[in-house]
């Protein structure tokens, strides 16, 4: 596709402020953007309207790209974000940030919430089918889609004629729950699709049997997994196509953070040393695991930060014991300083977590990682040597003790973990790979 790449180098040449290069500060040699292109996300959520890790990425992806000259549209769900039980107030249509480079259309429909559940049970979108059509056939260079599952589904991919990337932030490509957690119990060992979304009381997609989504996907040029366990299953679950791994990122820590007492920690006193578990809390990441084999005779605690539909089971779970203690909703920058204080951050996921957000936030902040040896965790923290894995849940809190005991053996976890946040972590490392894939693809179709 000559055309996508051709046009971004004639407007540049007549447009200022130039962008700059992607590889900045700390990027290193390599792959470097400085035509001006312009990009549009297609996501169900987008902050405020969104509840977990993908969102965020949008957000801090379309920034950094406007922050370098770059044009950004997002188009995301505010009826999805309803739809989940999040409460969505009147907003302008569209939302200009940065000098109006990154506008964000913020898609509602006469239809309310029925259009989400239209997208769920189609595969298409449904009531703004033309909206979302004239919004993607508009001149972008790049179209990048995220999770569609709410906002226009398998369909949408066909939309435009720039070049398409798709990034799987969790499994919805193969999986309709999104997350390979069969029957809501365990890690989906092989796919048994329709009995595990009965059990779960969701509604059936019949168009994932009629191939729709396989044809779909041929529209993408290339697919962006987080970790390499992610490509590898998705393309074990009979997705086709070209892919390729492009870890997170974060945003470089803060020097100035907020006292821990602002941060749930109590007031007037020194706060004792603390393992954290950062996440939302249903039952899939584990919680209900690991609250039962903390140690009640180790000189830490265990303090949770996060809400969700397991807070109240599992406050009476751990309503006897001392060293636990329920922090509710921690925003920014109050978790960092949190994760930089901890003794080490806990991940007891019992699902495969693509790449967890949570885990480069730790890194950041020079804090090791005591996950479960699982999916994407595992992956992260072995590469980085960040942190020790555990398999069953009472190796646990041996892995605690040694982290809580060995000051030495703590502190070359978290130097290893801030190395492999600057060597691949940071929005400089991202956005080099980014658009070195970007260019990969366009090379592809030429």
């Known amino acids: 596709m000559a055309g996508c790449l051709a046009r971004a ?20 040699g390599g792959a470097r953007m400085s035509r001006r292109l312009r990009f549009c996300m297609v996501t ?18 379309s920034r950094e790209l406007a922050a370098r000259g770059h044009e950004v549209d997002v188009v995301h769900s505010i009826e999805a974000y309803r739809a989940l039980g999040g409460k969505a107030g009147e907003r ?26 239209a997208v769920q049970q189609t595969g298409g979108p449904a009531f703004r089918a033309r909206t979302l059509r004239a919004l993607l056939d508009r001149d972008y260079d790049v179209i990048h889609y995220h999770n569609i599952s709410l906002v226009g589904g398998p369909e949408v ?24 957690f069969r029957d809501g119990v365990e890690a989906c060992p092989e796919p048994r699709c329709l009995t595990c979304i009965l059990r779960q009381k969701r509604p059936p997609q019949l168009w994932r049997y009629t191939g729709k989504l396989a044809r779909a996907a041929r529209s993408v040029d290339l697919f962006l997994a987080l970790s390499r366990f992610s490509l590898e299953m998705h ?16 945003p470089r820590p803060s020097e100035e953070l907020p006292p821990l007492t602002e941060a749930g920690a109590p007031e007037n006193a020194t706060p004792p ?11 899939l990441k584990g919680l209900h695991t690991l609250i039962p084999v903390f140690p009640r005779n180790i000189a830490a605690e265990l303090w949770i930060a ?58 950041r902040q020079g804090t ?73 693809a366009g090379e592809t179709r030429r």
């Open 9 to 28: 180098t004639r407007r540049t040449a007549m447009a200022e402020p130039a962008a700059t290069s992607a590889a900045g500060p700390g990027g290193g």
């Open 44 to 61: 169900t959520f987008y902050p405020p309207y969104g509840f977990g890790g993908d969102a965020i990425y949008v957000q801090r992806l």
């Open 92 to 117: 302008p249509a569209v939302v200009e940030e940065m000098d109006g480079r990154l506008r964000i259309h913020g898609l509602r429909s006469p239809a309310g919430l029925l259009w989400p559940l």
């Open 157 to 180: 991919l066909n939309y435009g004629r720039a070049i398409k990337l798709y990034t799987m932030h969790e499994y919805w490509l193969v999986c309709p729950t999104h997350v390979l």
């Open 235 to 250: 393309r074990a679950r009979g997705l086709e196509g070209r892919m390729e791994v492009l870890p997170t990122f974060v």
């Open 273 to 283: 040393p603390f393992f954290l578990f950062a996440g939302r809390l249903e039952r």
């Open 306 to 363: 996060g809400e969700g539909s397991e807070s109240a089971a599992l406050r009476r779970l751990a309503a006897d014991h001392p060293g636990v203690r329920f922090l509710g909703h921690v925003p920014e920058p109050r978790l960092s300083a949190l994760m930089r204080a901890a003794v080490a951050l806990v991940m007891p996921s019992l699902c495969y977590e693509a790449s967890p957000l949570v885990v480069a936030e730790a890194y």
């Open 368 to 440: 090791p990682v005591v996950a479960r040896r699982l999916g994407g965790m595992a992956e992260a923290v072995e590469d980085a040597a960040g942190g020790l894995l555990y398999d069953k849940d009472e190796e646990c809190p041996e892995a605690l003790r040694r982290l809580l005991q060995s000051p030495g053996e703590r502190r070359r976890f978290g130097e290893s973990g801030r190395a492999a946040y600057e060597r691949d972590l940071t929005p400089e490392a991202h956005l080099e790979r980014y658009f070195q894939l970007i260019e990969e």
